[in-house]
């Protein structure tokens, strides 16, 4: 009897669970969270076959470490092609803005606000320079998270687009929050030097 019930439990052990994490592997989990750096587009190629859609797959996948998938979000704007701008149509732009729609319209958990940072500082990476990018952000100006307005300012800054200027300086007359404040000044003498 005692060694059925052995037998039972080491099975059931061995099964996997209903909304079992994606399987990373080691080496994957150590080439998407290098300390203080972004992760390599050398390190993904070593681990990944298609690094992008590999990337992709674990921005949108809630059930892995919640580490590693803010990393993969923040890491899709390496695969930004080298000679076109990085707008619709690319999986990463079209990845990151499904991201943010996602995320900026639900109620915020604490998570969710790390999600959406992510999404936005990866949009602004990208450095598209589009006025859709810029339009895309706007509405985030008034979150009520202090952190998700400073990392908006940042990526507005990133985008290079001058059509951030205005809203932005609206933005700092009603402002509250000094850090918000001083990340629209910072922005608004970057985007001076846009063109």
Known sequence: ?????????????????????LALSQMVINA?????????ETALATVFTAPLDSLRTIALDHSVDFGVELRA??????????????????????????LIDGYATSPHSPRDVLRLRAAVEALG????RLASDVDKLMPLLNDGSRDVRVTVVRA???????????????????EPTDQVRLAIFAALRDLRQCN
């Open 156 to 174: 507005l800054r990133n985008i290079c687009n001058d059509q951030a200027s205005g809203p932005l300086n609206q933005r700092l007359s009603s």
């Open 32 to 40: 998407l969270t290098p300390i203080d750096t972004m992760p390599s």
């Open 73 to 98: 979000i923040r890491a899709l704007p390496t695969y930004c092609p080298a000679s076109q701008v990085c707008g619709p149509g690319t999986v990463v732009h079209d990845t990151l803005t499904s």
């Open 1 to 21: 009897m005692r060694g059925g019930l052995f037998a039972t439990a080491a099975l059931l052990c061995a099964l996997p669970a209903s909304g079992e994490n």
């Open 125 to 128: 990476a990208a450095r598209s």
